[in-house]
């Protein structure tokens, strides 16, 4: 193996190391809660090496966003089963012990910062709701891929973040018919 093989090998690996420290800091901080040096530390380079890859922070988080926004957390591509797996999807992701590095959460922690809530509107107007017009073509002009989403993230945001005792005592099958009906609605 050749040194420009060994180095190139190496930058990837070290681009993807400050790109999944991005991820976990912005999604567990917001944008404005961490500094490059902090996910520099994280990723184990120094925070020059962070910009020398993404430009700068915001160069990081817009690299976050489109990584975040591509990855299909909660919706699913078969059109006939399109409600039923959002509602699923939803209801799992969503659970007292899931996962807390959702894309939901990036959103939520960065969107008071305006250049952010900027980049993750571009990303989810790209990928989410495309991917929904795509999916749900009879959604496109009709603002119902956007509600859609908003219901996803209300639904998120009550159960997962607040802990609404109501949604976190109704059984997930009552939650899921629920979700189903209301996408159902939403997405033909």
């Given at each position: 193996m050749s040194a420009a093989t060994t180095h190139r090998?190496?930058?990837?690996?070290?681009?993807?190391a400050i790109l999944r420290a991005g991820i976990e800091g912005?999604?567990?901080?917001?944008?404005?809660?961490?500094?490059?040096?902090?996910?520099?530390?994280?990723?184990?380079?120094?925070?020059?090496?962070?910009?020398?890859?993404?430009?700068?922070?915001?160069?990081?988080?817009?690299?976050?966003?489109?990584?975040?926004?591509?990855?299909?957390?909660?919706?699913?591509g078969d059109p006939a089963?399109?409600?039923?797996?959002?509602?699923?999807?939803?209801v799992r992701?969503?659970?007292?012990?899931?996962?807390?590095l959702s894309p939901f959460l990036l959103m939520l922690r960065s969107a008071a910062n305006p250049r952010a809530a900027e980049i993750l509107?571009?990303?989810?107007?790209?990928?989410?709701?495309?991917?929904?017009h795509e999916v749900a073509p009879d959604t496109r002009g009709t603002g119902r891929a956007a509600v859609a989403l908003s219901v996803i993230a209300g639904f998120w945001l009550l159960r997962n973040v607040i802990g609404s005792t109501a949604l976190n005592g109704t059984d997930e099958e009552t939650l899921e018919?629920?979700?189903?009906?209301?996408f159902e609605l939403l997405l033909p």
């Open positions: 090998r190496d930058a990837a690996a070290t681009r993807a912005f999604t567990r901080h917001g944008f404005d809660g961490i500094g490059v040096r902090e996910i520099a530390q994280a990723a184990g380079v120094s925070a020059m090496l962070v910009n020398r890859y993404f430009g700068s922070k915001e160069g990081l988080f817009a690299e976050v966003a489109e990584v975040s926004m591509t990855d299909r957390t909660v919706l699913g089963t399109l409600a039923r797996d959002i509602a699923a999807a939803l992701r969503t659970a007292p012990a899931a996962d807390d509107r571009e990303n989810i107007e790209r990928h989410v709701e495309a991917h929904l018919a629920t979700l189903r009906q209301l």
